[in-house]
């Protein structure tokens, strides 16, 4: 009993080490059987597309504020200073909607998939009552070594 008391100590310090203290047990597990970690480099990947097409020149914010010059042209009657639109108005208007709409989209993936691991947020029986679990002989399965 000792020795299993000691693996278990060692074992909630691996799991604290890499989480910063305690977590729900059951959402590790289903995690353990389900969450596939690639799934946060595509996170990455979608995170460093979205931050390209918003950060680079001439991008959308370039794009938006000359639909705010046609649509003020055409709605408040003010110039254009000379210059030409791009494109017709409804036609810029719809490819920034349906390009914001991508990129909320990819942007809710991440989201989506980072609310997973908040499910590790341990409850509260679970921060309380860690003991309980040696007593009554659980284990858990599947543990990460620590270096």
Request: proline letters at 3%; one cysteine or more.
């Amino acid at each position: 009993m000792r020795i299993r008391q000691s693996a278990r100590l060692v074992r909630q310090t691996c799991q604290e080490r890499l989480t910063g203290g305690p977590l729900n047990q059951a959402a590790l597990e289903q995690l353990r059987e389900s969450f596939d970690t690639y799934r946060l480099l595509d996170a990455v990947d979608a995170v460093d597309a979205i931050r390209y097409r918003l950060c680079e020149p001439d991008q959308v914010r370039d794009d938006l504020l000359h639909l705010h010059d046609v649509a003020s042209a055409l709605i408040n009657g003010s110039g254009l200073n000379g210059r030409r639109p791009r494109q017709p108005m409804w036609s810029l208007a719809g490819d920034l909607s349906l390009e914001l709409g991508d990129l909320a989209d990819r942007l809710q993936t991440v989201a989506d998939t980072l609310e997973e691991l908040v499910a590790l947020a341990p409850g509260e029986d679970e921060i309380f009552d860690v003991d309980d679990d040696e007593e009554e002989g659980d284990d858990v399965a599947g543990d990460t070594e620590c270096e």
